[in-house]
């Protein structure tokens, strides 16, 4: 069973080495990800939003809806802990 | 966890560094426009200053100056700023958090969107910071009230 094991995670090795080849360049302008929005992003933050930091405008202004479901990932997150721990029966360590 | 942690050099260290430590996390939420920092981190930092008063002075005392009530009031009134700020703008007709059509007059695109990115990062900041004390206050196990 543990060298099926072995087996399984030695093709899955594989498997990501060979994909890994057909990855584009680090910082290639030409690569997939950066031929799309990148560039307008990089050419119109300063002017459109006064903003030098392109993370920070991206992030709160072009990006704001995933912004706003991560705040409220962690909103959840205290939500639940705060709604459910004190309501607990078990009797806590202390 | 809860009691006072009886020695003078660490409580005088924390008392000493939580207003640095408190006017850094500001600095980094607010400062986010220009170098790295942004809501997430500042309001992580905010948090670490109120854990290490916890940790330090013990709940009893913390707990009178800043209850855990208050936080989850903190970061639920961040999100709420967020959500609203995003609605002001479906006023003039524009998208959701469009902040280049905020209802201020006199305040160009640029200068709105500027604008509309602070508020947003300090409601994160809240957001962050009163999670974390939340978290922080149930997880340590008392009664959290």
Not at chain 1, 79 to 93: G, N, Q, W, Y
């Amino acid at each position: 069973m543990k060298w099926l094991e072995l087996l399984v995670l030695g093709l899955f090795l594989a498997l990501l080495v060979y994909a890994e080849f057909d990855l584009p360049e680090r910082g290639d302008p030409n690569a997939p990800a950066s031929v799309h929005v990148s560039r307008s992003y990089i050419e119109r933050s300063v002017r459109d939003t006064k903003t030098p930091n392109i993370v920070t405008a991206v992030l709160a202004d072009y990006r704001g809806y995933d912004t706003l479901g991560e705040t409220l990932v962690i909103l959840a997150a205290g939500l639940a802990v705060f709604l459910i721990l004190p309501r607990m029966k078990t009797p806590r360590s202390r | 966890m809860k009691e006072r942690y009886e020695n003078p050099v660490v409580e005088g260290v924390a008392r000493l560094m939580v207003p640095l430590i408190q006017i850094f996390g500001l600095y980094v939420i607010t400062h986010g426009h220009y170098g790295p920092g942004g809501g997430f981190q500042g309001g992580v930092i905010l948090a670490a200053s109120l854990l290490l008063l916890r940790l330090t002075l013990g709940e009893e005392y913390e707990h009178r100056r800043f209850p855990p009530r208050q936080a989850i009031l903190l970061a639920t009134s961040g999100m709420l700023l967020f959500v609203l700020v995003g609605l002001l703008p479906l006023g003039r007709g524009a998208p959701y958090l469009n902040y280049a059509y905020l209802p201020i007059p006199g305040l160009a695109e640029p200068e709105a969107r500027y604008l509309g990115i602070l508020i947003v990062e300090i409601g994160i900041g809240m957001a962050v910071w009163g999670t974390l004390v939340t978290l922080f206050d149930h997880l340590v196990g008392g009664e959290a009230q």
